[in-house]
């Protein structure tokens, strides 16, 4: 006979919501590798459409992930004040909305 693990207030929750929180929240966090997974197998091609050099492309990384470690300079003390919802909705909002405008980018 097996014993089952007292049920408390502290045990976590295994609800649906709670479990579709935790996807969610992976998800977020995994769009800051996402973001530079996508674009380091573009080099090339963007040093060789520009004319630039390949070390001039490879600043594009240095810049996004700038942009990943201001935001969350910016997004820590917004969340203190706004709490956590309205930051990440507005943020995800942006990234969003930019992704889809790089997409409809011609193409050569």
């Known amino acids: 006979m097996t014993r089952s693990a007292p049920v408390d207030e502290h045990t976590p929750s295994t609800s649906p ?4 929180v935790l996807v969610l929240l992976a998800g977020l966090v995994a769009l800051g590798p996402l973001s530079t997974d996508a674009h380091v197998p573009g080099l090339p091609m ?5 004319g630039a050099p390949a070390t001039l492309a490879q600043l594009t990384v240095t810049t996004c992930l700038i942009g990943l470690a201001v935001g969350q300079l910016v997004a820590g003390p917004l969340s203190d004040a706004l709490g956590k919802r309205r930051p990440v909705l507005a943020g995800l909002a942006v990234y969003t909305r930019r992704r889809l405008r790089a997409r409809r980018a011609p193409a050569r």
């Not at 919501?17 to 579709?20: E, L």
């Not at 963007?46 to 520009?50: P, W």
């Open 46 to 50: 963007l040093a060789a459409d520009l």
């Open 17 to 20: 919501r709670a479990t579709v």
